[in-house]
């Protein structure tokens, strides 16, 4: 009986440290500012694909010319992808349909872009969103931008 009590304390105690953990992460993620809710697709059908797979929730960063995205469920302090304002093309934009509405976050809209050659797509939701497009805008004199 106390071996039993033990072992849920245990185990109870392990569960609290493993969510105060993700806690602090995301707070020493969001400490510089600059974040937003965003999902993310990597290497994106080149159709439109509702069906909802592939998609993954994050934190995204501005961080000078990158774009810094973070998985939620992750204890990694470093960032899972990192986006180059000059290297982003933006291809289009359209909103969750099918599965996806399931999948993704309420309200967000999805933007197609391609980043060194590779396929993706960005969910987050409209405030965000006009602010990435105005960030991607705001880049220095002589660099390439493409916003659809």
Not at 62 to 81: C, K, L, Q, T, V
Request: proline share 4%; aromatic share 8%.
């Amino acid at each position: 009986m106390v071996l039993a009590l033990t072992v849920c304390g245990l185990v109870v105690v392990l569960v609290a440290v493993a969510l105060f953990v993700f806690h602090l992460r995301r707070r020493l993620i969001q400490r510089s500012g600059g974040t937003f809710d965003c999902s993310l697709r990597w290497d994106a059908p080149e159709k439109s694909d509702t069906s909802g797979k592939g998609w993954g929730y994050g934190i995204a960063r501005y961080n000078g010319d990158r774009i810094e995205w973070f998985r939620i469920f992750s204890y990694a302090p470093r960032p899972r992808r990192v986006l180059e304002r000059s290297s982003i093309e933006v291809a289009g934009r359209r909103t969750p349909d099918g599965e996806e509405e399931l999948a993704l976050l309420a309200d967000q809209i999805i933007l197609a872009c391609v980043h060194r050659g590779t396929r993706l797509e960005l969910a987050m939701s409209e405030d965000a969103l006009t602010g990435f497009l105005a960030w991607l805008e705001a880049a220095p004199p002589g660099q390439r931008v493409n916003v659809a």
